[in-house]
């Protein structure tokens, strides 16, 4: 992670996430937390992840999100050159974690 956005801050905003239990609990936390631009945002670019991992060409998925072409290019710069996070979700949400 890089170093200006690991901090005390940003780990207890992680550890609160960490103790939720069901999407009810994720509801009411992010809506108190974000606007919902943002939550709409931020769950935007999970779905354009999903499609660019299937394989769904830009427009497609431009199309079916209303993210931008360069919302869609900052996502899969991430996929293709981040932390693996997108990776790690998607496969647990598949059961491939070794459970």
């Known amino acids: 992670m ?6 005390k801050n940003t780990d207890m905003f992680f550890n609160a996430i960490l103790h939720l239990e069901s999407v009810d609990e994720c509801y009411d936390f992010f809506e108190d937390l974000c606007t919902v631009n943002e939550l709409k945002s931020i769950s935007q670019r999970i779905v354009v992840a ?27 710069r991430s996929l293709q050159y981040g932390r693996g996070g997108y990776d790690l979700v998607f496969d647990r949400m598949n059961g491939k974690d070794g459970e």
Do not use: F, P, Q
């Open 2 to 7: 890089e170093k200006n956005l690991r901090d």
């Open 50 to 76: 999903k499609m660019l991992r299937e394989k769904k060409v830009y427009s497609e998925i431009v199309e079916e999100t209303g993210a931008s072409t360069a919302t869609v290019s900052r996502v899969n």
